[in-house]
């Protein structure tokens, strides 16, 4: 019996999912606990496993497609099953499988344009909208190739090889040669605005920023030291331990940080009501950069650890996106 797979709820507050990649394609066999697709959400990028085993009859949303929280999103089969009913993804409708020729239906008249919703918005699959904003195309004069008009990848494919051909060749090598750009000269048009789509990682920390800026008081001290004493001092403790526990300067740094905040408790503090709340636990915040964005690592209890357990006990934690 054919069993249907839905974008599975990863997160207490998770609405919706990015179908990253299929791991396992249509007519593949696959088990209960191998990885079926990657989803990514507003946290992380999350490896997902089928709870059935049998066969990839269909992917019912294309790569890249924002998914709903409980959308199917697949069908797996019995080996030689005849399904009889495919369920439709909310986002990508099942479509007949395409062939991998580009279709020649492209820039046209107003008799071929894109079919429309009821409230006047044009039909397309959440990629194609994705591939028709990066490449600057117009889904208003395509002709959909999907279910009911829908413009899905292949029509922006077929419309951009067009676009291509359709430069002429005298003005493809005077744009290749030229190498100054025209503000250079002070004239010329200015560019369009652009528009770049975030995933979900950096969506999470412009909405972090926000709101840390806008609720927390910020204030910054300058302050110039000798660090000679400090490498020198490094360098003696790193020649007493092995390998994998040498410490770094950065590890100095959060040592005397969380120091500096023991000594003075009125900068470890926030404000509830009418009273000050000054803090027992001294815990830093490291940004770290990753692929698409920042992490804040924290150290807790920084200034009770020895600096060699800076990076190691109780840490690091990941708290939140920055």
Do not use: C
């Not at 194609?128 to 922006?156: Q, T, W």
Request: aromatic share 4%.
């Amino acid at each position: 019996m054919a069993e249907t797979v839905s974008m599975p709820k990863l997160g207490f507050d998770m609405a919706e999912g990015t179908l990253v990649r299929w791991v396992k394609s249509e007519g593949e066999t696959v088990g209960k606990g191998d990885v079926l697709a990657e989803i990514e959400t507003d946290k992380a990028t999350v490896e997902v496993e089928s709870s059935f085993e049998g066969i990839v009859y269909k992917h019912l949303v294309e790569e890249k497609a924002i998914v709903p929280v409980g959308t199917p999103i697949a069908v797996i089969s019995a080996p030689g099953e005849e399904v009889k009913y495919i369920p439709s993804g909310e986002t990508s409708p099942v479509p007949a499988r395409e062939d991998k020729e580009l279709p020649a239906a492209v820039q046209a008249s107003p008799k071929s344009q894109a079919d429309t919703d009821t409230d006047g918005r044009i039909k397309a699959s959440p990629l194609a909208k994705r591939m028709a904003e990066e490449n600057h195309l117009d889904l208003a004069n395509l002709r959909g190739s999907g279910p009911g008009g829908r413009v899905v990848k292949k029509d922006i494919e077929a419309a951009l090889v067009v676009q291509k051909t359709a430069k002429p060749d005298v003005a493809l090598e005077k744009e290749q040669r030229s190498s100054i750009p025209a503000s250079a000269w002070g004239s010329g048009q200015v560019p369009a605005d652009e528009r770049v789509s975030l995933n979900k990682l950096r969506q999470a920390i412009a909405r972090r920023m926000v709101e840390s800026k806008q609720s927390v008081p910020h204030f910054y001290l300058t302050y110039e030291v000798n660090a000679a004493p400090l490498l020198d001092l490094r360098k003696q403790v790193n020649n007493l331990l092995p390998d994998d526990e040498k410490t770094s300067v950065n590890d100095f740094i959060i040592k005397a940080a969380a120091v500096a905040l023991r000594s003075y408790p009125n900068l470890n503090a926030s404000l509830q009501g009418n009273e000050v709340l000054r803090h027992g636990h001294i815990n830093i915040g490291v940004a770290v950069a990753i692929e698409g964005g920042l992490l804040t690592i924290v150290s807790r209890d920084a200034d009770l650890k020895p600096v060699r357990d800076i990076p190691r006990k109780g840490s690091p934690l990941v708290t939140q996106f920055t």
